[in-house]
């Protein structure tokens, strides 16, 4: 009679055993780790909204982005858009570097940033925000851009 109470433990044991072996360690999908952003995955426009949406949702008032803008990043058809937002003084989130020491607790303005793309696409520049970067919606720039985009429609 010991056997058999011995043998059905040992069945039990095992079979609960194999059973958390197989749902814990096999069955289990792999955790993905937290992918930085980069300007890369964006454009003009979802940059924008991205910055906007993260705004005040967060103790921290700053989007952390990794690598660098690349060349010809602000489009043609993305002018409109950001002509349509640059005299918007909306608070947004401001943008850091991944290698950033310095945090800042200053805000940017979505007029800002549209200000800075499209100085980009007017002079053929590469965009480079720094290590951190809270713009400000700007009167003089705004005229410079208004003058381009006049003699761009004509």
């Known amino acids: 009679m010991r056997k058999i109470i011995i043998s059905i433990l040992l069945i039990f044991t095992l079979l609960v055993g194999g059973y958390f072996f197989y749902d814990f360690k096999i ?12 300007p890369k995955d964006l454009d003009p426009k979802s940059f ?9 949702k967060r103790l921290t008032n700053f989007v ?3 690598g660098e803008f690349p060349e010809n990043w602000v489009k043609a ?3 409109q858009y950001l ?12 943008y850091i570097n991944i290698f950033s020491s310095y945090i800042s607790n200053d805000n940017a303005e979505v007029g800002g940033f549209a200000i800075i793309f499209l100085n980009s696409y007017i002079s053929q520049t590469k ?7 809270n713009p ?3 009167l003089a720039s705004i005229k410079k851009i208004e003058t381009w985009y ?4 004509k």
């Open 27 to 38: 069955n289990k999908p792999k955790k993905e780790y937290y992918k930085n952003l980069s």
């Open 48 to 56: 924008i909204t991205l910055f906007t949406e993260r705004y005040n």
């Open 64 to 66: 952390t982005l990794g």
């Open 77 to 79: 058809n993305d002018i």
């Open 83 to 94: 002509i349509s937002i640059m005299h918007s003084k909306q608070k947004c989130c401001g």
């Open 127 to 133: 965009i480079n925000l720094g290590l951190n970067c």
């Open 136 to 138: 400000k919606v700007d």
């Open 150 to 153: 006049q003699k761009q429609m």
